[in-house]
């Protein structure tokens, strides 16, 4: 972790605030005086503030039910942030770990350890995510084989990964990926010529969103946690 974000999240200052204190020479590492605000450290390391030795808050872990028109985003944009929902401390210092559109719904999780949350979007660990969808047209009886198979996406070379096709109703369906490409769910369906009217996210791997009302949150249990790490 870079030591000005160590400091900012031991205590209460911004991160200008840190490296001004670490401009001034106000920062030790192991007794070291480090200006370098991109130094890394870690919560082994002995980090004093003038002769104050400061303890790192333990990560934390969120999941969120997500409405609709908020953005996954530390930032407001059109819509505002979905961070708002959250009363913690330095919410907006989190991040989300696998977003959704303005106009989708459901399963978030939002953390401040980004080694966890690697292992949910990088592609290469192949995190399987649930989605809901509400089709236009009836499901096709060839579509469930083509994406097992993998579609062309418009603008990409390759095809994308097998996904899990399930069909609730006529145009209803449980949709398994396990890749995050930009609007890959409505792509997909418009790759074989449907359109996504309704989408909703049920489960990030074992974690599954359940009875949690929508707008509302809670930290994920120990068992939950280390299905990620």
Known sequence: MRLDKFICKSTELTRTEAK??????????????????????????????????????????????????????????????????IAVDKAFDMHIA???????TGLVLITDDGLWS??????????????????RDPLKTTTAEKFTHGVQLQGEDGLTRPATLEQVAEKEVLLTITEGKY??????????????????????????????????????????VSAFL
Not at 64 to 83: F, G, M, Q, R, W
Not at 118 to 135: A, D, F, G, M, T
Not at 208 to 218: C, I
Request: aromatic share 6%; proline share 5%.
């Open 183 to 224: 609007h890959q769910v409505k792509r997909m369906f418009a790759a074989v010529g449907n359109q996504v009217l309704g989408l909703h996210r049920e489960q990030i791997g074992p974690v599954k969103l359940a009875d949690l009302p929508l707008g509302e949150w809670r930290y994920l249990n120990t068992e939950e």
């Open 98 to 104: 696998g977003r959704l559109d303005a106009d989708t």
């Open 20 to 85: 001004k204190l670490l401009k001034m020479s106000k920062v030790t590492v192991n007794n070291v005086v480090i200006k370098d605000p991109a130094t890394q450290v870690d919560e082994d390391d002995y980090i004093c503030i003038e002769d104050e030795a400061l303890t790192a808050r333990s990560f934390r872990y969120i999941i969120l039910h997500k409405p609709l028109a908020t953005i996954c985003s530390n930032v407001d944009e059109i819509y505002p942030s979905l961070l708002h929902l």
């Open 118 to 135: 690697h292992n949910i979007i990088s592609p290469k660990k192949q995190c399987e995510k649930v989605y809901r969808v509400w089709l």
